[in-house]
């Protein structure tokens, strides 16, 4: 049975909840061990030590605490909800759901954990229970619009259209007063039911409501882009004409308005003089615009290309605009245009000949057209390494301080593999502006591209924030900068330093958890500010986050690593290192000194941190902030990755990586390729078959799903008897066809 | 080159071009308060040229304009502010940098009704002080001492975006005339013209409260900007919106 309180440890218990509140952990728990001393099984009081426990970073001691509360008092909607408190913060969302169910049982007025526990639904995409608790949460609370827009976005997210827009109805009907013209939390909610009713598919609909309830909304861009594409859809070809021209007036740098302005204009197939004239049209109106001149080169053809090209590309010379080439490889696809270009840039060098050093800028003129056949010659469609190296050698020549074409002289190195002069090519690039990050950023990428690795991070460092506990790594691993941490992992890989490999692989897995999470306090903070659009963007975006090119680098590299630790297990010599290509004993050393040195490193960093930390004035609160913040940061027991690397089951390791590949990339072709080579190991055979038809069906010739056709079979040859009938049965129904087809 | 608004998977890209070109770096999360506070203010610039490599690809980001509203305003009046812009060094010199900020600056307008725009720029970034101040037009408020992490000061720097404000009036009053209808004319005359006296005031005070009101306001505003100085580190590492909100009132109680 739960004990009751006195009236003066009643009161105390309240002190223990403000304390908590107030974040004074210590004062906190005094009074909860005073009140505890007369009442040790007050289930309520030890909750509430456990969640003080829990914010000051010992888990494990606050739910076992939790827990002994519980049993105590099976029925106090305190414990329950301390339990699904302790399980959210520790981001165990699902069991964090039970227990604020449990609490809300008992407690089913509370709007505390009505709330919360809205808040973990949507989270786990549990839009079924979700629906319920704002349903819930509307009743309590019906004269608040965010409730009711917070209920309309439960049903749009379960797929119930209809009844979203219902919701959104009902509340404006039972709005009297016309909402203020300022007012963008109605504002937004206007537009968000035009996007409900527009995503239902009817077009009619969503463009009368959208003249008529949506005329004097705030975001005017939307309405219009709307109303445009409304327009279009439904026929109305001229309207859409202007509506498209107005967007076109607004941004002129928009490709799409341009070609849905041209979609509605009916111009006759093949007609290029007619086409063109609506860009120039744009183009003599803005002189500074870019895209009305650019974009007809997309589909002239024969000589109007040539004559276009040469224009536009005499104009960007004399400018002396860097990223010519970049806005124009596109074209590279057909063949007369890539051929045509240089021919062109040529061209104007021999015109400009005559007046070439007239202008003191190298970027512009003779300069930039040799940049841009250095390009030309560097790119892979058209590809010619030796002339790229003549022009970047000509462009040189005219003005070797230019770190454009010391840029340009790096990249051309790295395609002719040679990472060394790459390396160095880039950092004299770099020495040239040591002001600009970018350029800093691309010596690093060389240098890491160089197995540079230490080298690298320096280079960082000029950058990063100094006063960052940790040093440049700790600054970039904050930053989420998973360009460097994929590149250095690689280099550390290809160094044959698998602990520090996996150690950044790990790290970037861990961003994208964060990255994940990160949506957690906007469920309820976007239904405050009420822009709801770019909330439902956001949860979309959020559902498909891994499937970024991002992630499934680093995972592609982590599971292909854990593959190669399965197939060579660590060598004798105690480093974290695998024997595998890199045997001879030069290696081996290196590899050991890499390992004592990062040691080393890690040793020294963490010795400075506490310095910095024991410097740092306690009476400034951004000092004791941070202090704070160290405190509970746990801290990286293993920062060179001797744990990770020394993994008895890699393929497990990389079933963490493999599983999102596959969900989330599936048309990736490198994907099922590591992933057959996974489950062929684990002697998955179903899975591993699964793996090998999507690459089947992605590119059947690719050589090596032809290889794993026949690694499949040779692996169920002499076993398939012994499996069991139902999956000899699959592999009868779906490999031997599919190998037949191959 | 595509220049169109930002959406929420443009983010992890964003953050790498911050990463690439700039030494004030934010996590996602402070990028993500941005797009889910102010979507109608952040811009993105896009190369569309690239072939894409694998059938995920998200559109490559070369250049973007991160944008507010002070949600504190200490002079009270509605005011856009600058957090983060960069242009990636290859793509410069086509003006996507300005492209950028016009069409932030006519959403802060149209969205949010600011009067004016506000940023912060190193005093020795040559390039950039030309785009806002000879490109833009942007007026010098301060310097800023030790603005920066590093120990390099700022440049305040403000916009009055009352020509905008005109300018957006007059598509609006265009527009309704275009629509037509008597009664609902009159009835959005009678709004446009309150919309009026606020303007008009505007410019009266505009300069009035510029000049007598700076100094006054330009010294709790420097301490609030040596916050946000702070707030800017904080935020961009704090670790949530919550935090976020609860240091903007803390910041305005103290």
């Known amino acids: 049975m739960p004990q009751t309180l006195s009236t003066r440890e009643a009161n105390l218990f309240r002190t223990v909840i403000r304390h908590y509140e107030d974040k004074q952990y210590k004062r906190g728990l005094k009074a909860a061990e005073q009140i505890l001393k007369k009442n040790p099984k007050h289930g309520d009081t030890m909750s509430m030590k456990a969640l003080i426990m829990n914010a000051q970073g010992k888990t494990e001691e606050a739910f076992a605490l939790a827990k002994d509360a519980l049993t105590i008092d099976m029925k106090s909607h305190i414990c329950w909800h301390v339990y699904g408190i302790l399980y959210r913060t520790n981001k165990n969302f699902d069991e964090a759901i039970k227990a604020y169910k449990f609490a809300l049982k008992l407690e089913p007025e509370s709007v505390q954990i009505q709330r919360d526990l809205a808040v973990l639904q949507v989270q786990m995409r549990d839009y079924q229970g979700y629906v319920q608790s704002r349903f819930a949460m509307l009743k309590a609370r019906p004269q608040v619009r965010q409730n009711w827009t917070a209920l309309a976005i439960a049903y749009h997210l379960d797929g119930n259209l209809s009844q979203a827009e219902n919701i959104l109805t009902t509340y404006e009907k039972s709005v009297t007063s016309a909402p203020s013209k300022t007012d963008y939390e109605n504002s937004e909610a206007v537009l968000y039911k035009n996007s409900i009713i527009a995503e239902v598919g009817d077009i009619e609909r969503a463009l009368t409501h959208l003249e008529s309830d949506a005329k004097n909304s705030l975001d005017r861009l939307a309405v219009m882009e709307l109303r445009a594409r409304y327009l279009a859809e439904l026929g109305r070809k001229e309207e859409a004409a202007k509506a498209y021209r107005a967007l076109v007036e607004r941004n002129s740098e928009r490709p799409e308005y341009y ?42 053809t024969g000589d109007n290309f040539r004559a276009a090209a040469k224009a536009y590309l005499n104009l960007m010379f004399d400018k002396g605009v860097p990223s010519t080439f970049a806005n124009l490889k596109h074209l590279y696809s057909d063949q007369y245009k890539r051929d045509i270009m240089p021919i062109l840039a040529e061209e104007y060098l021999e015109e400009r000949k005559s ?78 502006d040591t002001r600009d990050r970018y350029i800093n950023s691309k010596a690093a990428k060389y240098q890491l591209r160089n197995n540079e690795n230490e080298k690298a991070l320096a280079t960082m460092g000029l950058f990063t924030r100094a006063e960052t506990v940790g040093g440049p790594l700790a600054d970039l691993i904050d930053m989420q900068c998973i360009w460097f941490l994929t590149e250095d992992g690689e280099a550390w890989q290809r160094r044959g330093n698998v602990g520090m490999a996996l150690k950044r692989l790990h790290t970037i897995f861990n961003i994208f958890d964060i990255w994940q999470e990160d949506q957690f306090d906007f469920h309820s903070f976007s239904l405050r500010k009420g822009q709801v659009r770019a909330y439902i963007d956001l949860i979309r975006w959020e559902d498909q986050l891994r499937d970024h090119p991002f992630y499934f680098r680093a995972a592609l590299d982590a599971v292909k690593l854990y593959i190669e630790m399965y197939d060579k297990p660590q060598g004798a010599n105690g480093v974290n290192g695998i024997d595998g290509k890199t045997t001879n004993g030069e290696d081996a050393a290196e590899k050991k000194k890499a390992a004592k040195k990062a040691k080393k490193e890690a040793q020294k960093a963490e010795r400075e941190a506490a310095e910095k930390a024991a410097k740092q004035d306690p009476n400034k609160p951004s000092a004791q902030k941070t202090k704070d913040v160290e405190d509970t940061k746990k801290k990286d027991d293993d920062p060179t990755g001797l744990r990770l690397a020394g993994t008895t089951d890699p393929l497990a390791d990389a079933m963490k990586f493999l599983g999102h590949m596959l969900q989330f990339s599936p048309k990736n072709i490198e994907g099922q390729i590591a992933g057959f080579e996974v489950f062929i190991r684990k002697k998955k055979y179903l899975q591993a078959l699964r793996c090998l038809k999507a690459a089947m069906t992605l590119d059947k010739d690719h050589p090596t799903v032809q290889e794993q056709i026949t690694k499949l079979q040779k692996a169920l040859d002499p076993i398939l008897d012994t499996l069991p009938p139902k999956v000899q049965e699959v592999i009868s129904l779906e490999f031997t066809p599919a190998v037949a087809k191959a | 080159m595509d220049i169109r608004l930002l959406r929420p998977s443009d983010i992890p890209l964003i953050q790498h ?75 410069r010199k086509l003006g996507i940098a300005e492209k950028l900020m016009r069409q932030s600056q006519l959403a802060m307008v149209e969205t949010f009704g600011a009067h004016y725009v506000s940023l912060h720029v190193r005093v020795s970034n040559a390039a950039a002080i030309h785009l806002y101040r000879d490109t833009l037009k942007f007026q010098t408020e301060k310097t800023e001492l030790k603005y920066y992490a590093d120990g390099e000061d700022a440049f305040c720097m403000k916009l009055d975006l009352q020509p905008i404000r005109e300018q957006v009036r007059e598509a609006i009053a265009a527009e309704k005339a275009a629509a037509g209808g008597e009664a609902s004319s009159s009835d959005e005359d009678a709004s446009s013209d309150e919309k009026d006296k606020t303007g008009g005031e505007d410019v009266d005070e505009g300069e009035a409260v510029g000049d007598v009101g700076r100094d006054p306001a330009a010294k709790p505003k420097k301490k609030k900007t040596g916050k946000e100085a702070e707030v800017k580190v904080k935020v961009g590492r704090a670790l949530g919106v919550g935090e976020l909100v609860e240091r903007v009132a803390t910041k305005q109680s103290s």
């Open chain 2, 17 to 91: 071009a911050n990463l690439e070109n700039l030494p004030e770096n934010y996590f996602l999360k402070y990028y993500l308060y941005h797009a889910l506070s102010w979507p109608q203010l952040s811009y993105v610039a896009v190369d569309v040229s690239r072939p894409p490599k694998t059938p995920y690809d998200y559109p490559k980001i070369v250049g973007y304009v991160l944008a507010k509203m002070d949600e504190e305003p200490t002079d009270g009046v509605q005011h856009g502010h600058i957090t983060s812009l960069s242009v990636m060094r290859t793509h």
């Open chain 1, 259 to 300: 070609k849905r302005l041209v979609d509605v204009l009916d111009i006759p197939e093949g007609d290029e003089a007619v086409l063109k004239a609506v860009y120039d049209e744009y183009a003599a109106k803005n002189p500074r615009c870019d895209a009305a001149k650019r974009l007809p080169l997309d589909f002239l």
């Open chain 1, 355 to 432: 007046n070439q050093v007239a202008n003191g800028d190298s970027s512009k003129g003779a300069g930039a057209a040799l940049y841009f056949l250095a390009q030309h010659y560097n790119y892979h469609m058209s590809r010619d390494l030796a002339k790229a190296s003549s022009y970047v050698d000509k462009a040189v020549e005219l003005d070797p301080k230019n770190t454009d074409f010391h840029m340009t002289r790096a990249r051309i190195y790295k395609h002719q593999d040679d990472t060394q002069k790459a390396s160095e090519a880039m950092d004299h690039a770099r020495s040239l």
